[in-house]
């Protein structure tokens, strides 16, 4: 008897089978559009990935030299070159690669580019410095040093890789 309480109409039968019938072919028609749309958002960026820049292990001195190179952007669907440079120097052994951007209001900064401050980078918009370093002069407006490049030598070429923020 309790089971006469609890039947369902052959109307409800077929709106219930119908309406799951049809979300199910909704999913399955709207997942693969879904997918299509959000995968470029989703995927893993190049940023670890490293750029050749074009100069030798054998070019490096102890004096900073700027290099320009580009690097692939990839943003969603669409892929741009980028163009980048760094301040790239040998100390002792170590291979630096500085950002040229200064970490007050990123402005472009040049190596020993004020005759009062000499060997020591410069930013001419605020008159903010760096030593040979990269660390941030006391007294100037840039509150951190220079941004670091990561390095790689492959073959005796020079490869940078990701930026890297200092405190």
């Known amino acids: ?21 049809g979300g199910f072919m909704a999913a399955g028609m709207l997942s693969p559009m879904v ?18 820049v074009g100069l030798g292990e054998d070019e490096l001195t102890e004096e900073p030299q700027i290099v320009n190179f580009e690097l692939e952007i990839e943003d969603a669907w669409y892929t741009s070159e980028q163009p980048r440079s760094a301040w790239i120097y040998k100390d002792g052994d170590e291979i630096i690669a500085l950002s040229p951007i200064c970490t007050h209001l990123g402005c472009t900064v040049n190596w020993d580019a004020n005759e009062d401050y000499p060997e020591q980078f410069f930013c001419p918009c605020h008159f903010g410095r760096f030593e040979r370093d990269g660390t941030n002069v006391a007294g100037t407006p840039p509150t951190r040093p220079l941004d670091v490049y990561d390095v790689e030598v492959r073959d005796g070429m020079i490869y940078l890789g990701q930026i890297n923020q200092r405190s």
């Open 35 to 52: 997918r299509m749309a959000l995968d470029p958002a989703l995927e893993a960026t190049g940023d670890s990935e490293f750029v050749a």
């Open 1 to 21: 008897m309790s089971e006469k309480k609890h039947r369902v109409s052959r109307r409800q039968f077929l709106t219930y089978t119908l309406t799951g019938v």
